[in-house]
């Protein structure tokens, strides 16, 4: 099992442009989760999603920002016409379902908007 | 709210010094926390959850209720613990996670 993979690594993007981070869970994990970390500060909760389904999206800014996890292939956190304050380390973790599971991260996406 | 403290950027200690990393929590419900830890260059890994009691790599913590902490404590630090540590509360519903901001921990030699 190779983990939570997340890609790019490393996205840097002009202002304005879209960004497209991608997670692919854990095998037998259909619960997702994103969080964001910008400069200083911990990680923030973004967005809960289970397969095709949008459970929590309470840390999402309200524009701009979109998340979806479809049947098939891996969640796609979408920022629409970055601005610099975009600028932030986003980590996907995720967990098979149940209650008390443990959520695996992966090693996170640096999202640098010039 | 769902609140979690740690009050320290940064902890510096000696080698076979002990260690204490704070953690203080809000929440008005039955809370579950976790100390997760990121060594340089790898992901966030789970390092102990309270609800298990266990010790790992000699780290310990215990919730205390009436002070509404979470502390993570080590007897003897050594070098490999250095890293970023970071204290999580578990929400309302599945393993949506409120973090603190993080305190990294240097074991100088």
């Known amino acids: 099992n190779a983990g939570v993979m997340q890609n790019p690594r490393h996205l840097v993007r002009r202002r304005g442009q879209e960004a497209r981070l991608r997670c692919s869970p854990m095998k037998g994990h259909s619960h997702v989760y994103w969080y964001r970390q910008l400069p200083e500060e911990g990680l923030k909760f973004m967005v809960y999603?289970?397969?095709?389904?949008?459970?929590?999206e309470s840390g999402m800014p309200k524009e701009r920002f979109s998340a979806e996890f479809p049947k098939e292939g891996p969640s796609i956190l979408r920022i629409q016409q970055v601005v610099r304050g975009d600028s932030a380390a986003y980590f996907c973790?995720?967990?098979?379902?149940?209650?008390?599971?443990?959520?695996?991260f992966g090693q996170g996406t640096r999202l640098t908007v010039v | 709210a769902q609140r979690v403290t740690q009050p320290e950027k940064l902890l510096s200690v000696f080698k076979g010094a002990p260690v204490e990393l704070k953690c203080n929590y809000s929440?008005?419900?039955?809370?579950?926390l976790f100390w997760y830890v990121q060594y340089s260059r790898q992901r966030l890994q789970l390092l102990l959850r309270?609800?298990s009691r266990e010790s790992i790599k000699g780290f310990t913590a215990d919730l205390n209720k009436g002070e509404t902490s979470f502390h993570l404590k080590k007897p003897f630090a050594q070098e490999e613990d250095s890293a970023m540590y970071y204290c999580?509360?578990?929400?309302?519903?599945?393993?949506?996670?409120?973090f603190g901001a993080g305190t990294i921990l240097r074991v100088k030699s």
């Open positions: 999580a509360l578990k929400g309302e519903y599945g393993n949506k996670l409120v």
């Open positions: 309270h609800i």
């Open positions: 999603l289970q397969k095709e389904n949008i459970i929590d």
């Open positions: 973790a995720s967990s098979p379902p149940g209650q008390n599971t443990e959520a695996f």
């Open positions: 929440y008005s419900g039955s809370p579950e």
